[in-house]
């Protein structure tokens, strides 16, 4: 089974999958081993590894610790060509669908493209929909991109369902991290009943009974990244139970 088939057997296993983001940033320096440790043991399902900005050079060295810490699949989830190396099992192939940059669109992946073939990493084509989590995020800034508001689902389906026309494989609802207010169940189960792709859930999630219901809504996968950089790696445990019940 390749690292896709691994992620739907596990949406349709457990009714919907666990990811932990971990961003191979400075600020996370110290926090690694113990973070993959964690994950291993408290039923978390993949590692998404990237983020927006990073702040030193050693993106990469962090990235080969998390590989080789990681019991579960760990996958890139791309900030920009310059977090690409061997370690990862496979990588989120994305465009940023919601937004009107063509750099983001398909220049990066036209950059990125030679170099994921050397490497041979698992492509996983994903539409990644940017949502107004009303915290201004660093990857709102960084991409040049307008999000999608909260209240308009209508505008959410038809992007959705523009990425399954095209091929996307997975969607991955953003609302940023650190979001103020996380993807709500309305937008979720209007993609949920209209769009075939698998939804990743993103940003803001601060609870594990916010998880379950965007779950319950329509969500095939649920990221957190802040929430346990923030709190520790306990609570995995609790949004793993969550997300699987
Ligand atoms: C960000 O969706 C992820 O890309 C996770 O967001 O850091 O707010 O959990 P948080």
Same mark, same amino acid.
């Given at each position: 089974?390749?690292?896709?088939?691994?992620?739907?057997?596990?949406?349709d296993?457990?009714?919907?999958?666990?990811?932990?983001?971990?961003?191979?940033?400075?600020?996370?320096?110290?926090?690694?081993?113990?973070?993959?440790?964690?994950?291993?043991?408290?039923?978390?399902?993949?590692?998404f590894?990237?983020?927006?900005?990073?702040?030193?050079?050693?993106?990469?060295?962090?990235?080969?610790?998390?590989?080789?810490?990681?019991?579960?699949?760990?996958?890139?989830?791309p900030?920009g060509?310059s977090?690409?190396?061997?370690?990862?099992?496979?990588?989120?192939?994305?465009?940023?669908?919601?937004?009107?940059n063509?750099?983001?669109?398909?220049?990066?992946?036209?950059?990125s =493209?030679?170099?994921?073939?050397?490497? @041979?990493?698992?492509? +996983?084509? *994903? &539409?990644?929909?940017?949502? /107004?989590? #009303?915290?201004?995020?660093?990857?709102?800034?960084?991409?040049g991109?307008?999000?999608?508001?909260?209240?308009?689902?209508?505008?959410?389906?038809?992007?959705?369902?523009?990425?399954?026309?095209?091929?996307?494989k997975?969607?991955?609802?953003e609302a940023?991290?650190?979001?103020?207010?996380?993807?709500?169940?309305?937008v979720?189960?209007?993609?949920?009943?209209?769009?075939?792709?698998?939804?990743?859930?993103?940003?803001g999630i601060?609870?594990?009974?916010? =998880?379950?219901?965007?779950?319950?809504? @329509?969500a095939?996968? +649920?990221? *957190? &990244?802040?929430?346990?950089? /923030?709190? #520790?790696?306990?609570?995995?445990?609790e949004?793993?139970?969550?997300?699987?019940?």
């Open positions: 089974m390749n690292i896709f088939q691994t992620l739907t057997h596990i949406r296993q457990k009714g919907a999958g666990y990811i932990v983001l971990i961003d191979p940033d400075k600020k996370n320096e110290s926090l690694i081993e113990q973070q993959v440790s964690v994950a291993n043991e408290a039923g978390v399902d993949a590692l590894v990237g983020g927006s900005l990073m702040m030193d050079s050693k993106c990469h060295e962090r990235v080969a610790r998390i590989k080789s810490a990681s019991d579960i699949p760990v996958i890139f989830f900030g060509l977090q690409l190396n061997p370690h990862y099992d496979a990588m989120l192939f994305m465009s940023v669908i919601s937004g009107r063509p750099h983001y669109l398909i220049g990066e992946q036209v950059l =493209a030679p170099v994921v073939k050397d490497l @041979g990493i698992e492509t +996983i084509p *994903t &539409g990644y929909m940017l949502f /107004d989590g #009303g915290a201004n995020s660093t990857v709102e800034f960084m991409s991109t307008k999000p999608i508001p909260m209240n308009r689902p209508d505008i959410a389906v038809a992007h959705g369902l523009a990425g399954q026309y095209l091929g996307m997975l969607l991955y609802l940023g991290s650190g979001a103020k207010i996380s993807i709500p169940t309305e979720i189960s209007a993609m949920a009943k209209s769009v075939d792709c698998p939804l990743i859930v993103g940003g601060r609870e594990p009974k916010e =998880a379950e219901k965007r779950v319950l809504a @329509g095939s996968f +649920i990221v *957190t &990244g802040t929430v346990i950089e /923030d709190n #520790g790696s306990a609570m995995m445990k949004f793993a139970d969550a997300i699987h019940s």
